[in-house]
C-alpha cells in the first residue's frame, strides 16, 4: 500500500525511493542466487558427463586390450 504522497512530505519520498533502492537490491540478490544454482548444477552435470565418459574410454580400452 503507497500512502497518499500530498500527506507524506519529502520524508515520504525518501522513504518511496529508499524502498524502491531495497527492492532492487533484493531483485539483484535473488538473480544472482539464481545464477550460482544454475551454475553449480551446470557444473555437477559437466562432471557426471565427465566421469560418465570416462568410465565409458577405460571400458573399451579394456575390452579392447583383453578381447
Given at each position: 500500500m503507497i500512502p497518499d504522497v500530498?500527506?507524506?512530505?519529502?520524508?515520504?519520498?525518501?522513504?518511496?525511493?529508499?524502498d524502491k533502492a531495497?527492492?532492487?537490491?533484493?531483485?539483484?540478490?535473488?538473480?544472482?542466487?539464481?545464477?550460482v544454482v544454475v551454475a553449480a548444477a551446470a557444473a555437477a552435470v559437466a562432471v557426471v558427463v565427465v566421469l560418465v565418459v570416462v568410465v565409458l574410454v577405460v571400458v573399451v580400452v579394456v575390452v579392447v586390450v583383453f578381447y
Open positions: 500530498k500527506h507524506m512530505g519529502r520524508r515520504g519520498r525518501i522513504q518511496r525511493e529508499d531495497s527492492a532492487t537490491a533484493v531483485a539483484v540478490v535473488v538473480v544472482v542466487v539464481v545464477v
